[in-house]
């Protein structure tokens, strides 16, 4: 049976480090009990759980506004929980949502909606919910929640970019540097004032962007803003966005991103992760800085506006 609906895949993010410092039995033990909290948050928002796999979540809701509701209280809900986790437990959560067709089949359900909403929360960072255009314009004015738009995307599996948007859920996130739900997905607008630029450098060519033409993608893809033609580089590699009067750089990749900020002597890894931009330093795409063929972008923060180059 073929019906509309909309489908969320909540994935458990920092498991592996967990088994590292816990063990195997413990945390699996951690694991279970976090998934089982994430179907109960998906029931009392009126959603079904179609199935658990390993440290994820499959969800389907009848309307995108309830799955909307469900992600960002949730979120919400475990960022009050983390609070008062010991370190070495905590665990992030991260959600892809996607409107569209699904088959109901013995209690499980299949369709492209099922594969998009999967490939966005591979792609989403820690504590991120990532939607499809469809889902925002039919989430309609859902409460405590603003939607970013991050840009088209190429997503795997389909023939054409998707336009994506993520979904602010905290409630501190200060509204000016979002972009606020309307009544049509065309109808978003960036309100975003220039508060600083961000320039890179690429085999000797610098190219500049300033705050309000965030979010800006990095990768292989001809469409990225900075495009790195590298096959250690993935298609979209990374995405910085400005948040909080900063640049954030989230990892999108399959295989990392290392940053080495000048006068530091350790370089930051981030697998899925996101670090905050500062001063002067270089990013390495796909291998570490000990790599003697390392793609390496260099960057500059400015608090200034700075002219395109």
Partial sequence: M?????????????????????????????????TDWIGTCIHSHAGRVVKKLGDGVLGVFGDAASATAASSAMLRAHEQRQARWPHPIRMDIRVGMATGDIVEVDGDCYGDAVNVAARLCERSGPGEIWATETLVLLAGDAPAVWFR????????????????????????????????????????????SILGAIQFNWHGVDVTFTSNEAPIHIGRATHAQLCINDPRASRLHARIDWRN?????????????????????????????ACILHGTGDISLGVSFGDPVAPIVGFQVSGNRMSLR
């Fill in 2 to 34: 073929t019906v509309l609906a909309t489908v969320i895949f909540a994935d458990i993010s920092g498991s592996v480090a967990l088994y590292e410092s816990l063990g195997n039995e413990r945390a699996a033990e951690a694991v279970a009990q976090l």
């Fill in 149 to 192: 738009k991050l840009g088209a995307m190429e997503i795997r599996g389909k023939g054409e970019p998707l336009v994506l948007y993520q979904a602010e859920w905290r409630q501190d996130q200060e509204n000016e540097s979002l972009t606020v739900q309307s009544g049509l997905a065309s109808q978003f607008a960036a309100m975003d």
């Fill in 245 to 273: 009067s900063g640049f954030l750089l989230t990892d999108l990749s399959s295989f990392g991103t290392w940053i080495r900020f000048e006068g530091s002597e350790s370089p930051v890894r981030l697998r899925r992760d």
